[in-house]
Nanobody, 127 residues
Framework: QVQLVESGGGLVQAGDSLRLSCAAS????????MGWFRQAPGKEREFVAA????????YYADSVKGRFTISRDNAKNTVYLQMNSLKPEDRAVYYC????????????????????WGQGTQVTVSS
């Protein structure tokens, strides 16, 4: 399995921006479709965004569309989540996820669609 380590979380004010990073190791990163999920206190983990191996096919949850951008740098084995116009309801632990697949695969938005997970990074947004 690929190993994933998230970073970039922190405490920000509403309206601010953060960029999360997820560094992958142990396998060929370009063979993996990638995703971001989040889990708020007392809630189930939910899908945020995903991207195919080439980076050409990103898609987003409706709640973050237009504010968040997922991207990847295959040369750096890293996937990013740029979060703009943050809201208090974006407060959560953010998890990076990976799924090995052939071709330019677009994973689903379910946890079960991803086989590898990071430990998460906390994002807190104050109002």
């Amino acid at each position: 399995q690929v190993q994933l380590v998230e970073s970039g979380g922190g405490l920000v004010q509403a309206g601010d921006s953060l960029r999360l990073s997820c560094a992958a190791s142990g396998r060929t990163f370009s063979n993996y479709a990638m995703g971001w999920f989040r889990q708020a206190p007392g809630k189930e983990r939910e899908f945020v965004a995903a991207i195919s191996q080439s980076g050409s096919r990103p898609y987003y949850a409706d709640s973050v569309k237009g504010r968040f951008t997922i991207s990847r740098d295959n040369a750096k084995n890293t996937v990013y989540l740029q979060m703009n116009s943050l809201k208090p309801e974006d407060r959560a632990v953010y998890y990076c996820a990976a799924e090995y697949a052939y071709g330019d695969y677009v994973p689903g938005a379910r946890e079960a669609d991803f086989g590898s997970w990071g430990q998460g990074t906390q994002v807190t947004v104050s109002s």
